[in-house]
């Protein structure tokens, strides 16, 4: 009979959430850049629903929180793609084949989401014709020009992917919490 603790030996083919009796984790930095995207991620979406009216102070300050948030979201997702890129996911036991491609599309997609989300953001800035501010600083930036006939489309971007990922991200939780309550299976603890 198969050992279920030991790893199938294909460490790329097998990037899945289902992952009975493995005693595999992703390494210290993978674990705690997942839990700081996590972090400022919450942190974005708050901000951005305690921002206030147009024009108040408090929405100037929360959509600055907002800002920073999602900026430092995309710097630390850069380097996680990069040691992604270089190490792959830690081994795990196989699965059913649709739920191996599940959590692997969703993975890719939650690579996509804290990538272009935050540069979805810099541009809704800028094609308004506003510089991003950076708060605290005085300082702030642009990447492209104005441009009033795509400003719409970008806006309606950035709310339409932060909408639809409210929901990617409780499935994926979800998931995850199912196999540690109920399935009470070493997924989990692969990313603790
Ligand atoms: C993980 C990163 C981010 C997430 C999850 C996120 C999510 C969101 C959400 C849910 C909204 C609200 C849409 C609505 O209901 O009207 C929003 C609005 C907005 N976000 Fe982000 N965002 C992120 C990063 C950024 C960044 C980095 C910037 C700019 C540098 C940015 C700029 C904006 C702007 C300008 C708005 C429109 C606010 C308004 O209506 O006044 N976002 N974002
Ligand atoms: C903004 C929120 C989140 C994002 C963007 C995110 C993103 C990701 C990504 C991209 C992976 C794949 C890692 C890789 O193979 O390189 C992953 C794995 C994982 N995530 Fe999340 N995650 C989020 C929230 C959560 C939450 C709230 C939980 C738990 C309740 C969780 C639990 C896990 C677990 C257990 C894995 C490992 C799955 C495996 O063994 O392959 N994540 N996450």
Redo the contacts with the bound molecule.
């Keep these: 009979m198969k050992d279920l603790a030991q790893p199938n030996g294909d460490h790329h083919a097998v990037?899945?959430?289902h992952?009975p009796g493995t005693r595999f984790r992703?390494d210290r930095l993978?674990i705690l850049m997942?839990w700081a995207?996590?972090l400022l991620?919450v942190v974005a979406y708050a901000a951005v629903n305690l921002r206030g009216p147009k024009g108040s102070e408090s929405r100037d300050f929360w959509m600055g929180i907002h800002v920073w948030a999602g900026l430092l979201v995309l710097g630390l997702s850069l380097l996680r793609l990069g040691w992604?890129l270089t190490h792959g996911?830690p081994p795990?036991d196989s699965s059913s084949i649709v739920m191996t491609w599940l959590?692997k599309a969703a993975?890719i997609a939650?690579?996509a989401?804290?990538i272009l989300q935050p540069i979805f953001g810099v541009l809704t800035f800028n094609v308004e014709g506003n510089p991003v501010p950076l708060l605290g600083t005085g300082m702030s930036f642009s990447i492209v020009g104005a441009n009033a006939s795509l400003a719409p489309l970008v806006e309606d971007l950035h709310e339409a992917v932060g909408e639809i990922f409210y929901y990617v991200?409780g499935l994926?939780?979800a998931a995850?919490?199912w196999h540690h309550y109920v399935l009470r299976d070493d997924?989990?603890r692969?990313?603790i």
């Design positions: 990037d899945m959430l992952a992703y993978a997942h995207i996590f991620v992604r996911p795990v959590a993975h939650l690579y989401f804290i991200i994926h939780a995850a919490l997924t989990m692969r990313m």
